[in-house]
């Protein structure tokens, strides 16, 4: 099995006022998401249609402590989800700087710095 890089993108949409995440995989997999913050909640959506039937996928992100757990559900009607993978992730080290990550997030911080 081949190594698997993932290069993950944070920006804010001004003219719909959303965050915006883009993930690339070197499998040539590209997923978008638009996403909201609520305390040290991030919460992203997304859909795609597979087999003709469309799919909702939600991503929430939770920040504590320089951890980040997360869980990605999905749901066909948008009311009823079901958790579909689960995981945690921990910063190492000191975070990166807004001057090289631009959105802090990269680094797990609590909250986004728009730059204008």
Do not use: N
Not at 1 to 10: A, G, K, N, T, Y
Not at 88 to 113: H, W, Y
Request: hydrophobic share 35%.
């Amino acid at each position: 099995m081949r190594p698997v890089s993932q290069i993950d993108l944070f920006g804010w949409d001004a003219d719909s006022k959303c965050y915006t995440y883009d993930s690339f995989k070197s499998l040539g997999q590209r997923a978008s998401f638009t996403g909201s913050v609520a305390g040290d909640t991030w919460t992203w959506v997304t859909e795609k249609t597979a087999g003709g039937t469309r799919l909702r996928i939600r991503m929430v992100q939770h920040f504590t402590d320089g951890t980040m757990t997360w869980k990605i559900e999905t749901s066909t009607d948008g009311r009823q989800w079901a958790t579909a993978v689960t995981g945690q992730a921990k910063r190492i080290g000191r975070p990166l700087t807004e001057s090289v990550c631009r959105v802090p997030l990269c680094a797990l911080s609590r909250r986004p710095t728009v730059l204008r």
